[in-house]
């Protein structure tokens, strides 16, 4: 890794590449390399400067996994309902449950309410919806 990372910074490839760019490389080598806590920062850092890119904001939600940083996972899942809400209805609506859960374990039940509610109409006969429709019975309706 030592040499990926001084090739990576030599002022030649800074010069021929955008630091994002730069960044996201580093940050996959280290994910490759079973380094995924010294991945994240580098893969937050490339996408604060490519925030359209789904694919990245996706790798950077499963390095947060990875990694356990709640934080960086629920900027990623925002990020992908701010960039596309529309696929992530069509074809991610786990993303609506794990913002829920997300939530839930910071106290804030409005927003859980409203993200496992979306979750439950985007895949109402996901198993995962089924059992959250179920254990809010006698609770605020979820759709």
Partial sequence: MDVAESLVNTPLLKEAYRINELNY???VMYIRA???DEALPLLVSAGALDRENIDLTMLIYRTARDVGSE???LAALEKL???DNRLVRDKM?????ELGILYEGMGEDGK???MYS???EAAPGDSAAVELKKSHKGKR???
Avoid: C, D, F, S
């Fill in 25 to 27: 490389n580093l940050g």
């Fill in 34 to 36: 079973g380094k995924p």
């Fill in 71 to 73: 934080t960086e996972m």
């Fill in 141 to 143: 309706q979820l759709h």
């Fill in 118 to 120: 979306l979750y439950i």
């Fill in 112 to 114: 859980a309410e409203r």
């Fill in 93 to 97: 609506p786990w993303v609506y449950r």
């Fill in 81 to 83: 309902v701010e960039i």
